[in-house]
């Protein structure tokens, strides 16, 4: 079945990240242990609340204010969430190639507009999609199936002729379900040759 539409995760396949380095930052400009931070984002669930839309960067600012102690502004609180990435160089000639084959590229990612916009501000490999679906716009996150149906629905055609890739291997097995043909990234290399075995790269 000829591929016509590529969805790509964002952290871990565009760009890695660090959640670590995250709970450094805020821990920076809080004063607050790490792990006091870890427990307050993650343990406490706020990373994935962002993530899914329920909870603004303004509140979350706010709710870092009154547990710290600490006035933060939430321009400084988006930055110490976002800068946490760095550019996969290796995936930005597969993208490219993509292109030119004439190939549509979705982006499908868990994240939120903090992470977004940090990435949009630093690196030029969000402009080779043509679409995104993020999970802080959705309203729900992989592996869930609606979040892959929000895909489907930007994909312009059926799922037999869609292709993922994701470093969760959960998440490539629940967009399998759909009938979307899925490749768990671990290196770029055998991302292309799976690409190259599919025919949609040569």
């Given at each position: ?11 871990n396949?565009?760009?890695h ?57 939430t ?20 993208l ?41 716009e ?18 312009q ?16 097995a629940?967009?399998a ?26």
């Open positions: 079945m000829k591929i016509r539409t590529c969805f790509f995760d964002m952290g396949v565009l760009v990240f660090s959640h670590d380095r995250m709970c450094r930052n805020i821990a920076d400009i809080s004063g607050l242990p790490e792990s006091a931070v870890r427990q307050f984002l993650m343990t406490e669930q706020r990373q994935w609340m962002m993530e899914r839309g329920e909870l603004s960067e303004a509140d979350f600012c706010l709710q870092l204010s009154q547990y710290s102690g600490r006035t933060l502004q321009e400084t609180v988006s930055e110490a969430l976002g800068d946490i990435f760095q550019l996969n160089d290796s995936i930005v000639p597969v490219q190639q993509l292109k030119a084959a004439g190939q549509r590229l979705v982006l499908l990612s868990n994240t939120s507009m903090a992470h977004v916009r940090f990435i949009e501000r630093n690196f030029q490999v969000l402009n080779y999609l043509d679409a995104r679906v993020l999970s802080c959705v309203g729900v996150m992989k592996p869930d199936e609606p979040i892959f149906r929000a895909a489907l629905a930007q994909a055609c059926p799922a037999e002729n869609c292709f993922y890739t994701d470093d969760i291997e959960a998440y490539t629940a967009a379900t759909l009938g979307i043909q899925t490749h768990t990234y671990r290196q770029t290399d055998l991302l292309v040759a799976e690409l190259e075995r599919l025919g949609v790269l040569r």
